[in-house]
């Protein structure tokens, strides 16, 4: 089938979507995410001038703090020109289509796109529209995909984990609206994780959830048990249509990660979430800032996995 990520070479020429990314393209990202980090001094991430001359456009239609940033970090590590559109003050803001923004950016000499749109499909409907040296980077669009979060998230977990063939992992929360959750499950999937489970209740979980290859808990003194990983959510209230949730206190007496919920899952459990955290809500603070919480080191590695991205799309075959 042909894969709109690749070129006639197989090799990544967008990042749109984990979803049928070949096991070999996540673990070459992986490996070289991995190179410009320097372990042996507090987790740097090292500069590397692979995009010297080469201009990078933020273009992000949703609000973003990490993402946008470790973006414009990563693109500067590399020696990057780097564009952050302001869209509130952009002429999109005066009726101009998003195909005719991106026309215009291309016109500027736009080597690459990093496109955050609230409309899933969004990013594929720009590379589909772009000359073929362009390349667009998908920073999350809708309820669809956040490939970049999720290649992040890997990286964490090979960092701490070391494998992924023996992990169970345990996604929780709010599934139904998460383009996170789609990407984590794909990306797990992919590198051979054997056990995915999501824990929510049933309201904040897509219809045949099941066909993802995860299983399905709604209780998560069960869904946590012994379990390595855990890979909290965002209440996505934006993309809520109605009540999906009967309040803020319930959802947290059920679904909140508390110190006592968490004394389910294997010791060494890491507990992680993409941000931003509702404390109180999702997560009880001691959870968040304590032992087993992997939260801050998931946005230091963002920026070691973005570098890794945009200098692989930079490097291939014309
Ligand atoms: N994880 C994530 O996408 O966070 P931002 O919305 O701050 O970019």
Redesign the pocket.
């Known amino acids: 089938m042909n894969n709109p990520q690749l070129n006639k070479h197989g090799e990544l020429q967008h990042l749109l979507t984990t979803e049928g990314l070949p096991v070999t393209i996540v673990r070459e990202i992986l490996d070289r995410a991995a190179t410009f980090v320097d372990v042996s001094d507090g987790l740097e991430i090292n500069n590397a001038p692979l995009l010297q001359g080469k201009s990078v456009f933020n273009v992000f239609f949703e609000?973003?703090?990490?993402?946008?940033t470790t973006f414009e970090i990563a693109a500067k590590r590399l020696s990057a020109d780097v564009v952050n559109l302001n869209i509130g003050a952009s002429s999109t803001s005066k009726g101009e289509t998003l195909m005719d923004t991106v026309d215009n950016l291309c016109a500027m000499h736009a080597d690459m796109f990093v496109v955050r749109h609230g409309q899933s499909g969004a990013a594929h409907f720009i590379a589909k529209h772009v000359d073929p040296g362009i390349h667009v980077i998908n920073a999350?669009d809708g309820r669809h995909a956040?490939p970049t979060?999720a290649l992040l998230d890997m990286f964490t977990i090979r960092h701490f984990k070391k494998e992924f063939h023996n992990l169970r992992v345990a996604i929780v929360g709010d599934v139904l609206h998460s383009r996170?959750a789609r990407s984590q499950i794909s990306a797990l999937t992919t590198l051979g994780v054997p056990e995915v489970r999501v824990i929510a209740p049933k309201t904040l979980l897509p219809t045949l959830v099941e066909n993802l290859g995860v299983k399905v808990y709604h209780d998560m003194a069960r869904g946590l048990r012994d379990v390595d990983v855990v890979l909290m959510l965002r209440l996505q209230n934006e993309r809520m249509q109605g009540a999906a949730l009967p309040s803020a206190g319930e959802y947290f007496k059920y679904y909140g990660l508390t110190e006592e919920k968490l004394a389910r899952a294997k010791q060494d459990v890491i507990v992680m979430h993409?941000?931003?955290m509702n404390r109180g809500i999702e997560i009880d603070s001691s959870v968040a800032d304590g032992p087993n919480s992997v939260i801050l080191s998931q946005v230091t590695f963002g920026i070691a996995v973005r570098m890794a991205v945009m200098s692989m799309l930079a490097g291939v075959s014309k």
């Open positions: 609000n973003s703090t990490r993402t946008r999350g956040h979060q996170v993409p941000g931003p």
